[in-house]
């Protein structure tokens, strides 16, 4: 056995992964080579001294952190399937009930649509009332999330870019918020779910234009996949001049040039 | 982790790719301790170590789609898909550091408190003062080592990755890391053998 043969198998026997074979070589070279046995003897301890050193253990902020990030890029995210049967009685029991055949669906539609129908033209002020609650709730709504927008936690402008969602729909104060965030905020995650909250306001004015303005500046590769994401997915040709920008930084992540290179494809078509 | 984890993650990411992410919290669970210790070995920072972490965890998700294609070219290559998770997500793992060090590189390096903080955690009972001192300076020598070779005795000898799986992740030949991770041990000994000279003069 050579030398350099050795100090591979030496490597091998220290992560246990050296052959019967590979070992007695290795015993018999060191029997006649003092340098490399010396240096077994050496590094080997040094090797199993390595495993003493403590191992360090994450906060729980981060774990908080994740939780956050999760709930506010994913709602979808929580798994269906760990509801216990218990927690999902309602749905069971309204399982039961229903009934298969499709004419008694059909009777109780109808019996519900009459009921519904005649409550409805008897309390005409009350559904009124209930109108302008709904319209008060969701000015509320809007005042909550562009006030958590504003704070100095990211955690919070999450929160704030999270109750966007929530909104029926998006008026012209909260959408200039979300593209502000999506420029402006320090917190890349923050930044995501802004994009993500964005989907449903492709179609309002000065979204797409705000976007494409925002990603020359963009220094992080997953928000910069995010907006070019977003642009194909909105079909918007007027980004074709920054998305070229961004395609001949130099020093661009790869995953990212290859994606923008994609959606110079889709957009030129 | 044993192989039964490695599987059901697997499993989970292929999920996670076809658009199923219901999986993507246990994978977390499963995963986010040992990146942790990955990047806090490597940065000696607590904060950054978990902004790391999160930044993986972020980046699986916004590449999800990613996963099955370099799996099938795992597949090809190797025979071992329950494996390909590990690799894709240290491939991940040092993307995300390789971007931070570009953003960081003017940054002043860690001071030795926190190291030392860490060398003397929770002693227990049978760790005398010599052997917690002889740490500190294993430790530091591990700190002082450049960081690609401390990388690759991270994932050797901390990470637990065979010699083979460290190969996929580092795009090279099992008995490559073998011969590196032989010359990164030679230079930890040399540089704490001089720690150790220093300390006694």
Request: some cysteine; charged content about 25%.
């Given at each position: 056995m050579m030398c350099s043969h050795a100090k591979e198998s030496m490597a091998a026997g220290w992560q246990r992964e050296i052959t019967a074979d590979e070992e007695s070589a290795l015993r018999q070279h060191l029997e006649t080579c003092p340098e490399c046995s010396a240096?077994?003897?050496?590094?080997?301890?040094?090797?199993?001294r390595l495993a003493d050193l403590p191992a360090p253990e994450p906060s729980h902020a981060l774990h908080a952190r994740w939780q956050s990030t999760?709930?506010?890029?994913?709602?979808?995210?929580?798994?269906?399937?760990?509801?216990?049967?218990?927690?999902?009685w309602p749905a069971n029991l309204f399982a039961n009930f229903w009934p298969a055949s499709p004419v008694w669906q059909a009777a109780i539609a109808l019996g519900c649509l009459l009921i519904g129908l005649l409550i409805g033209t008897n309390l005409p002020r009350r559904n009124r009332e209930i109108a302008q609650l709904h319209e008060e709730i969701a000015s509320t709504?809007?005042?909550?999330?562009?006030?958590?927008?504003?704070?100095?936690?990211?955690?919070?402008?999450?929160?704030?870019?999270?109750?966007?969602?929530?909104?029926?729909?998006?008026?012209?104060?909260?959408?200039s918020a979300l593209t502000d965030a999506v420029a402006h905020d320090p917190s890349v995650n923050v930044r995501l779910a802004a994009i993500d909250a964005l989907s449903k306001a492709s179609g309002k004015p000065g979204v797409l234009q705000s976007l494409t303005q925002s990603l020359p500046g963009e220094d992080s590769p997953m928000v910069q996949a995010a907006l070019v994401d977003y642009l194909v997915e909105a079909h918007d040709r007027k980004a074709l001049g920054a998305l070229r920008q961004l395609a001949a930084q130099p020093d661009l992540n790869p995953a990212v040039l290859e994606r923008t290179h994609f959606a110079l494809q889709q957009l030129s078509r | 982790?044993?192989?039964?984890?490695?599987?059901?993650?697997?499993?989970?990411?292929?999920?996670?790719?076809?658009?199923?992410?219901?999986?993507?919290?246990?994978?977390?669970?499963?995963?986010?301790?040992?990146?942790?210790r990955f990047f806090y070995r490597l940065t000696n920072r607590q904060a950054t170590a978990e902004d790391l972490v999160h930044e993986v965890f972020l980046r699986m998700i916004r590449y999800r789609h990613t996963y099955q294609a370099q799996v099938g070219q795992a597949q090809?290559?190797?025979?071992?898909?329950?494996?390909?998770?590990?690799?894709?997500?240290?491939?991940?793992?040092?993307?995300?550091?390789?971007?931070?060090?570009?953003k960081h590189r003017n940054e002043i390096a860690?001071?030795?408190?926190?190291?030392e903080s860490i060398a003397s955690a929770r002693p227990t009972?049978?760790?005398?003062?010599?052997?917690?001192?002889?740490?500190s300076l294993l430790h530091r020598a591990l700190r002082e080592l450049p960081e690609d070779r401390r990388e690759l005795l991270i994932l050797a000898r901390f990470q637990g990755l065979s010699y083979e799986r460290i190969g996929q992740i580092l795009g090279c030949q099992a008995g490559t890391v073998k011969g590196r991770v032989f010359r990164a041990m030679k230079e930890l000994?040399?540089?704490?053998?001089?720690?150790?000279?220093?300390k006694a003069s």
């Open positions: 240096e077994m003897a050496a590094l080997g301890g040094l090797w199993d999760i709930e506010s890029l994913a709602p979808s995210l929580k798994p269906v399937s760990r509801i216990s049967p218990l927690r999902n709504r809007e005042m909550v999330a562009l006030s958590l927008l504003q704070q100095q936690s990211a955690t919070e402008r999450l929160r704030g870019v999270d109750y966007t969602g929530h909104l029926q729909t998006m008026e012209p104060q909260v959408v | 982790m044993d192989i039964a984890s490695h599987d059901t993650d697997h499993d989970r990411m292929a999920a996670v790719a076809r658009g199923d992410l219901s999986g993507m919290n246990e994978i977390y669970r499963n995963r986010h301790r040992p990146l942790f090809e290559t190797d025979r071992d898909p329950p494996h390909a998770f590990e690799a894709w997500m240290y491939r991940i793992a040092r993307n995300a550091m390789a971007d931070h060090s570009r860690p001071g030795e408190g926190e190291l009972p049978f760790e005398t003062a010599a052997k917690r001192q002889d740490l000994g040399s540089i704490y053998s001089d720690l150790c000279r220093e």
